[in-house]
C-alpha cells in the first residue's frame, strides 16, 4: 500500500493530524476520533442528513466524504455551535419550541439550519424561488424546502420549522 | 469497504491518465464503494486542482469541472442567462449533498437501479453477463426508451437533462489529447454493454462543460418524484421555447429518468417550430417522444406520465 498523505482537519478551533486508515469518512472521524458524538449516524448513505456538519461554514454530509480528504478545512459540529451552558439562538429555540421529540436528528438539523440562514444571506435560490435570479422570499415553504435534507422520524417538523423562523426573524446570530 | 491507496492530485496532469479511480464530491463513489458496487485498488483525489471557476466565454460561459452544484445553481451569471440550469440542479439532491457534488461527478453519477446497488442480484452494469433482474423484477424506476434486453436502467440525474436542453458541451482532457462532444452524446444507451454509461475512456478527466449563448424565452425544468424534496425523478422534463407573435420559433427538449441518457429526440423540437401551440399540437409532439416508449410492468405508468408532463411544460411555456 502506498503512504497515505496526512491532512490536517481543525474541528471547533482545534487541530488534529489525520494519519489513518483512508477509509474513514468524516463522520466516523468525528465521533471515533475526536469523540464528538453530537454528529449521528442515520444511514451513512446521504439519505438523512443525521450527519450534517459544516467544512469552512457550509452544509455537508459527514457521512459521504473521506476525513483524508479535509486537509487544510475547518469543521463545525454541534458542539462548536453551543454547549449546555452556553446555547447558541437555534438551540435555544429549538429547546423552546420543542423542536424534537428523540432528538436524534436534531444536531444535524440545527447545524443544517446554520447554515441555511447563511445561505439565505448571501442570496441563494431554492427549487421553490419563484424566479431563481431574484431575491428568495422568506416564507414557510422556502424554509421547508431548504431543510428537506433533514429528515426526521419522529415528525417534529412543524416545531422545526417554528423554531428556524423564531431565530431568522429576530435576526439573532445563529 | 475494501482497501485502496488514497493520493491526492496536486494538478490536472496528475490526474491524466492516473490508473486510479477519480474521486470529487464523494457523494456518489463513496455511496458505491460502501455497498462494494464500486471497488477501486486506488483513488485519485482530484479536489485540489481548481477547475472550480465559472468564466464567461463568448456569449457563453465556462463551468469548471469541479464547481459545486450548489455554486453553480448559485452564480448570478448562470441564474441571469441560463435560469434552467439553476432550477434543474436545484430540483436534485439535498442542499448538503449539492455543496459536494461536482460538475462533472453529477454527469457521472450511476443509475439508481436497486439491482445495480445489490451486489447479490444479476446486473449485466455491474457484473457484464450476469443477466438484469430488472426484467420482471421491481423496475418502477426503469426507462421506457432507448432499453435493450441487457439492461432497462436510467441515468437518474437532473442537471444533465437541462444541460441537454441547452445544448452544452462537455470538453475532456486524455492522455492523447483534449476533445469536445456535445452534451447529447456524452452519456450512451445500453445496447449490449450496458457497463458502460458514457463514452469517457480509461484516463481521460473531465475539465469543463461549455454553455452556448443564452436562449431568449422561457426555460423550464418540471420534475415528477414521490415527494416534494430530495428524491429522484420519475420523469422529468427540460424545455427552452421561444415565440414570436403567436408562433414557435425555437424549441428544444430533454427528458429525464425515461432513458439510459437524458433524451432528446430531435424530431420533437422540428415538430414544434413554425406551429402555433395548441392542445392538438402538445398531442402529437407526445405521441412522436413515445411512438417507440416500451413499459416493463413496473414503469408503464411513465408512459402516460411522460405525456402529460410534456404536455404541462408546453402549455406553461407558450402560455400568454
Ligand atoms: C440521497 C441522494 C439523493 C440524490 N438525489 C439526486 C437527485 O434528485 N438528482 C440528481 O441529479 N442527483 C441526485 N443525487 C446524486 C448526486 O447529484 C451525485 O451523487 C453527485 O452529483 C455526484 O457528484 P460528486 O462530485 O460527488 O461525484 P463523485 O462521487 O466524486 O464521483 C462520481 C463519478 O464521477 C467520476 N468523476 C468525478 N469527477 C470527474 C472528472 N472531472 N472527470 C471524470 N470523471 C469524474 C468519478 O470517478 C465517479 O465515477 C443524489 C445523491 C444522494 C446520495
Ligand atoms: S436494469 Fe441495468 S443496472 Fe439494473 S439490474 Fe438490469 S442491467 Fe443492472
Ligand atoms: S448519516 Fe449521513 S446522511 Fe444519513
Ligand atoms: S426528533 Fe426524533 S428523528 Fe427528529
Redesign the pocket.
Known amino acids: 500500500m502506498a503512504q497515505t498523505p496526512a491532512a490536517r482537519i481543525a474541528v471547533n478551533g482545534v487541530s488534529h493530524d489525520y494519519k489513518g486508515d483512508p477509509r474513514r469518512s468524516l463522520l466516523d472521524f468525528l465521533r471515533r476520533d475526536f469523540g464528538l458524538t453530537g454528529t449521528k449516524k442515520g444511514?451513512d448513505?446521504?439519505?438523512c442528513g443525521a450527519c450534517t456538519v459544516m467544512v469552512n461554514g457550509r452544509r455537508i454530509?459527514s457521512c459521504?466524504t473521506l476525513a483524508v480528504m479535509h486537509d487544510g478545512d475547518e469543521v463545525t459540529t454541534i458542539e462548536g455551535l453551543g454547549m449546555p451552558d452556553s446555547l447558541s439562538a437555534l438551540q435555544k429555540a429549538f429547546v423552546s419550541h420543542d423542536g424534537f421529540q428523540c432528538g436524534y436528528c436534531t444536531p444535524g438539523q440545527i447545524c443544517s439550519a446554520a447554515a441555511m440562514i447563511e445561505e439565505i444571506r448571501e442570496g441563494w435560490p431554492s427549487f421553490v424561488s419563484v424566479d431563481v435570479a431574484g431575491h428568495a422570499r422568506l416564507d414557510d415553504e422556502e424554509i421547508r424546502e431548504r431543510m428537506s435534507g433533514n429528515l426526521c422520524r419522529c415528525g417534529a417538523y412543524a416545531n422545526i420549522l417554528a423554531a428556524i423562523k423564531e431565530v431568522m426573524e429576530s435576526g439573532a446570530t445563529s | 469497504m475494501k482497501a485502496f491507496d488514497y493520493a491526492r492530485a496536486a494538478s490536472l496532469s496528475d490526474?491524466v491518465g492516473a490508473p486510479a479511480?477519480?474521486?470529487?464530491?464523494?457523494?456518489?463513489?463513496?455511496?458505491?464503494m460502501k455497498l462494494e458496487v464500486?471497488t477501486p485498488s486506488a483513488l485519485m483525489d482530484?479536489t485540489r486542482i481548481g477547475?472550480n471557476e465559472i468564466t464567461a466565454e463568448g456569449d457563453g460561459l465556462r463551468i469548471g469541472?469541479?464547481v459545486?452544484?450548489a455554486a453553480c445553481a448559485a452564480d448570478p451569471q448562470v441564474r441571469q442567462g441560463w435560469p434552467l440550469l439553476s432550477r434543474?440542479?436545484l430540483?436534485?439532491?439535498?442542499p448538503q449533498?449539492?455543496n459536494?457534488?461536482?460538475?462533472?461527478?453529477?454527469?457521472?453519477?450511476?443509475t439508481?437501479c436497486s439491482y445495480f446497488m445489490d451486489n447479490r442480484s444479476a446486473c449485466n452494469k455491474r457484473r457484464p453477463g450476469s443477466g438484469c433482474a430488472a426484467l420482471g423484477g421491481i423496475n418502477r424506476n426503469h426507462a421506457i426508451l432507448g432499453t435493450s434486453d441487457a439492461c432497462i436502467a436510467t441515468y437518474?440525474?437532473?442537471?444533465?437533462v437541462a444541460l441537454a436542453a441547452l445544448d452544452a458541451q462537455v470538453k475532456?482532457e486524455g492522455p492523447g489529447g483534449s476533445r469536445r462532444i456535445p452534451l447529447r452524446e456524452f452519456h450512451r444507451l445500453p445496447g449490449d454493454d450496458p457497463s458502460r454509461d458514457n463514452v469517457?475512456q480509461p484516463g481521460?478527466?473531465?475539465?469543463s462543460v461549455l454553455l452556448p449563448a443564452p436562449v431568449e424565452g422561457r426555460q423550464i425544468y418540471r420534475?415528477v418524484?414521490d415527494r416534494a424534496s430530495?428524491?429522484?425523478?420519475l420523469v422529468s422534463v427540460a424545455a427552452v421555447l421561444r415565440i414570436e407573435d403567436g408562433t414557435i420559433v425555437q424549441a428544444q427538449l430533454a427528458f429525464?429518468s425515461i432513458a439510459h441518457k437524458p433524451w432528446t429526440d430531435p424530431r420533437v423540437d422540428t415538430l414544434l417550430v413554425g406551429e402555433r401551440p395548441s392542445k392538438a399540437l402538445f398531442d402529437k409532439a407526445a405521441d412522436l417522444l413515445l411512438e417507440g416508449a416500451q413499459g416493463q410492468g413496473g414503469n408503464d405508468f411513465k408512459i402516460p406520465l411522460a405525456r402529460r408532463t410534456l404536455a404541462a411544460v408546453l402549455a406553461e411555456a407558450t402560455a400568454e
Open positions: 444511514c448513505h446521504g439519505q454530509n459521504l | 490526474a479511480c477519480l474521486i470529487a464530491g464523494g457523494t456518489n463513489l463513496l455511496d458505491l464500486e482530484i477547475l469541472a469541479l459545486t452544484n434543474a440542479i430540483a436534485g439532491a439535498s449533498l449539492r459536494k457534488a461536482t460538475t462533472a461527478g453529477n454527469l457521472c453519477q450511476r439508481r437518474p440525474g437532473d442537471m444533465a475532456i469517457l481521460e478527466v473531465i475539465t420534475k418524484r430530495y428524491a429522484f425523478a429525464g
